[in-house]
């Protein structure tokens, strides 16, 4: 079974961001970028189906300008098998990735596709959910836990009020939550492995996909901010406050 | 302009959700139909019906919804869509699964998330947890869009009077099956509704200790929550999870006890008017954002609370 994974280049989670003061974009001058964490979930879910025999071939997919080959080199150093990168320039919205994705679906008919629940900067939600509907596939969406069961996928997602399992026809889409597994650290040997490991490029055009905007981003600017607030001393003063100042207790 | 919201519910009753999503369609303006679909879900469109500024409600009931499946949901509402300008659904788990599966049926984008309608085409959303808001406008013909519940106040559940009309479409895609389901079962109000939520954080230690946030949160009607280290240490379930990828809370007020307010944490409850931190440790983050901080043993002060109030 070949399993694909997809792989986004974003800013590293520890990095707070800020809106530019012209209020035109973030400002990502010179800011750490890595793989998003859960397509970092992603990679391990499929490197441990190799390691356990379910999958045969791990090939990891990201779309973006040249730099984004760095982030699909960590896939591969985390044990998935090639790479392909979807040359785009800039940044490319939800459904386009979708479209790009089904495009190397389409060339590659791999039993499972793996993805991220959400990236950790555009936060959207909706990439897997839109490559489901194009392809046809079932989806499997916040997992938890995935189990591969002969045709089917049995993957249990955290929703709302709890836990839900579906089971899910092959070819499959799935995508992570939080808590499906814990990635595992590249270690050097496999970092230079990697280096060598196949990757190979292709176009929207040779994808037979057109690269659209159906959202333009007009303006970006930082929350509002809380007013500073004031530490109590006590278990005692801070009820009164509660009840006497704040109002929000009885 | 009409907007098409699809109800968030439990086949027994209309969850509160559905009411702020309503309220951004409402903000939109133009007619708001109700989209009601599940099994022996009758009651849900009666309530749906009763929801203040709604005119019609679409009851599409049949076992291929029950559970909710993507998979058939989204034809579902790609079939009946496009009479409609904007499609809303609240952005829980079931809006987010479903809606970006039909806006690529429809071929359109999906704005998820947004906190504030600024015109027709334009919204503001947060994006980078929370840290940078965004205007952005759509330039699609028909409006996908996931709104966050506690950025808009709830319409009225009674006033309204809207017809209800079952339609008889059925779509069973065949390619998924629900299975089972664990849900949590608590007498405590919801966390995403409550008007008060005391959530603890890996400072806890173990999940055993989370009694002393439950007797609290019993004495003031509270639902409980927690911190995504919390979850992830294994102390509570995931439904429990406040943050940027778990649940986003603004109750009126939110304790944080030994919670040390990493910025996802800070994503899912900043918007709470009023927030109390205890935390043993001075310096930490979550005193920045909280209107009272309190440095001291949660496991000491917490008793304590408990005793007071």
């Known amino acids: 079974m070949k399993v694909l994974v997809a792989v986004k280049r974003v800013v590293d989670y520890n990095v707070k961001v800020r809106a530019k003061a012209d209020g035109t974009d973030v400002d990502l001058n010179n800011v750490k970028m890595a793989i998003n964490p859960f397509c970092e979930i992603a990679v391990e ?150 280096k060598k490991k196949p990757l190979d490029v292709l176009t929207p055009a040779e994808l037979g996909v057109e690269v659209t905007t159906h959202v333009t981003t007009l303006k970006v600017e930082p929350p509002a901010e809380r007013e500073a607030g004031i530490m109590v001393e006590s278990v005692e003063q801070l009820v009164d406050k509660l009840k006497n100042e704040a109002k929000v207790i009885a | ?62 076992a291929v919804y029950a559970n909710q499946l993507a998979e058939n949901l989204s034809l579902l509402v790609a079939e009946v869509g496009p009479a409609y300008d904007n499609l809303l659904a609240a952005a829980t788990t079931t ?46 013909p028909k409006k996908v869009i996931t709104v966050r519940a506690t950025a808009f106040d709830a319409v009225a559940a009674e006033g309204g009077s809207a017809s209800v009309e079952a339609i008889d479409v059925v779509h069973d895609a065949g390619i998924s099956a629900f299975v089972s389901e ?43 929550g927690a911190s995504r280290a919390a979850v992830d240490a294994g102390f509570v379930p995931n439904d429990m999870q406040v943050g940027q990828t ?21 994503a899912g409850m900043k918007d709470s008017k009023v927030i109390v931190a205890i935390n043993k440790d001075e310096d930490a983050p979550i005193f920045q954002v909280a209107d009272y901080g309190l440095v001291a043993d949660l496991f000491t002060a917490v008793p304590e609370l408990d005793a007071a109030l």
């Open chain 1, 45 to 194: 879910e499929a490197v441990r189906l190799k390691e356990a025999g379910v999958a045969t071939e791990v090939v990891a997919v990201s779309i973006g300008d040249k730099s984004c080959q760095e982030q699909i080199r960590t896939a591969l150093a985390l044990g998935a098998d090639r790479g392909i990168q979807v040359e785009t320039e800039g940044g490319v919205e939800s459904l386009v990735v979708a479209k790009l994705l089904k495009g190397v679906i389409d060339k590659e008919a791999p039993q499972l596709v793996i993805l991220g629940k959400q990236s950790i900067d555009s936060d959207n939600n909706q990439t897997g959910q839109m490559l489901g509907a194009l392809t046809g596939m079932p989806q499997g969406t916040f997992a938890s836990v995935v189990a591969i069961e002969g045709d089917k996928a049995q993957v249990t997602r955290e929703v709302d009020g709890g836990l839900q399992t579906v089971s899910l026809n092959l070819p499959a889409v799935v995508t992570t939550d939080l808590r499906l597994n814990e990635p595992r650290y590249a270690s050097l040997p496999n970092i230079m492995k990697a």
């Open chain 2, 1 to 62: 302009m009409s907007t098409l919201v699809l109800a968030e519910h439990d086949n027994e009753s209309l969850k509160p959700a559905t009411l702020n999503t309503v309220a951004a369609a409402t903000a939109l303006g133009g007619d708001i139909h109700i989209l009601v679909a599940g099994e022996n879900c009758a009651s849900v469109g009666e309530e749906a019906a009763k929801v203040a500024g709604v005119s019609k409600v679409l009851v599409a009931d049949n």
């Open chain 2, 95 to 140: 809006g987010k699964n479903v809606m970006p599966r039909a806006a690529a049926l429809l071929d359109v984008a999906q704005i998820s998330d947004i906190i504030a309608v600024e015109s027709a085409d334009t919204f503001k959303r947060p994006i980078y947890a929370g840290n940078v808001i965004a205007t952005v406008q759509s330039s699609d």
């Open chain 2, 182 to 224: 664990e849900m949590a079962v608590s007498d405590r109000p919801e966390l995403t509704a409550a008007e008060i939520v005391i959530s603890g954080g890996r400072g806890m230690q173990n999940g055993e200790n989370f009694a002393l946030l439950e007797s609290v949160a019993d004495k003031l009607g509270a639902a409980v």
């Open chain 2, 246 to 266: 778990g649940k986003i809370v603004a109750p009126s007020l939110y304790i944080a006890v030994g919670i040390s307010g990493a910025i996802q944490h800070l």
